[in-house]
């Protein structure tokens, strides 16, 4: 079975500072997908990135970077320059391989960005 | 806005009653996911379609929940005789197949609070 460990309950980060956002997981699918979400206070589920199982590459999207060990199976989300709106529950999450998309998710970890 | 949406946001009622959720996804995309996330927990998977056919439902779905998507867009979340447990945020998400990675993009989703 697929699974998402975040041990990080809650984070701070000071703006502007950059912080790691840590996330394992554990599958036997030798091909499988990584994302990170943003979910604010009002709920909605925004996709940040994604890293393929297969992909030689660490992800990035702006500010966003995803630092992916697969022989640890980890991958954890970096975010630079933090700003004020950053401040949410972050969600990682891992597709199966198969004919659909079903995703499992972590957790979660809360991000407050300090001023 | 283009991106996918759900009525009503938010829902009380209580206990026994009928409730119904609509989802509307992105205009394009084929298929549609239910999610169901409690107080502290990710979002957990509940059931898919692709176009109008539903291909997988979770165990968490119970006989008291049905679903559908009588024409492959919006779709229907359907709660008989509610119970406290049910009490939850109900997220669908919509994707388009295509060469991955395939992306489910979430609605701002639909707060049910059972008394």
């Known amino acids: 079975a697929q699974k998402i460990t975040q041990t990080q309950p809650g984070m701070f980060v000071q703006e502007k500072e950059a912080v790691t956002l840590d996330c394992t997981y554990d599958t036997s699918d030798p091909s499988y997908g990584l994302f990170w979400y943003k979910q604010p206070s009002s709920g909605e589920m925004i996709f940040l990135i994604y890293?393929?199982?297969?992909?030689?590459q660490n992800a990035t999207e702006g500010r966003y970077s995803l630092n992916f060990q697969k022989a640890r199976k980890s991958a954890n989300l970096v975010i630079s320059a933090s700003q004020l709106g950053d401040s949410a529950m972050y969600f990682c999450?891992?597709?199966?391989?198969?004919?659909?998309?079903?995703?499992?998710f972590g957790t979660g970890t809360k991000l407050q960005v300090i001023p | 806005d283009t991106g996918v949406s759900q009525d009503p946001r938010h829902k009380i009622t209580k206990r026994g009653q009928n409730v119904t959720f609509r989802c509307d996804p992105i205009s394009e995309h084929n298929r549609l996911y239910w999610y169901r996330q409690t107080l502290g927990q990710g979002p957990e998977f509940l059931t898919y379609?692709?176009?109008?056919?539903?291909?997988?439902k979770s165990r968490l779905l119970s006989d008291r929940f049905s679903a559908e998507r009588p024409k492959g867009s919006f779709s229907t979340l359907e709660i008989q005789r509610t119970e406290q447990g049910d009490s939850a945020m109900y997220l669908c998400?919509?994707?388009?197949?295509?060469?991955?990675?395939?992306?489910?993009?979430f609605g701002p989703g639909t707060r049910l609070l059972v008394l």
């Open positions: 999450a891992m597709s199966h391989s198969g004919g659909y998309q079903k995703v499992t």
């Open positions: 379609f692709q176009n109008e056919a539903q291909l997988e």
């Open positions: 890293q393929g199982s297969y992909d030689q």
């Open positions: 998400a919509s994707s388009l197949v295509a060469t991955p990675p395939e992306t489910q993009y």
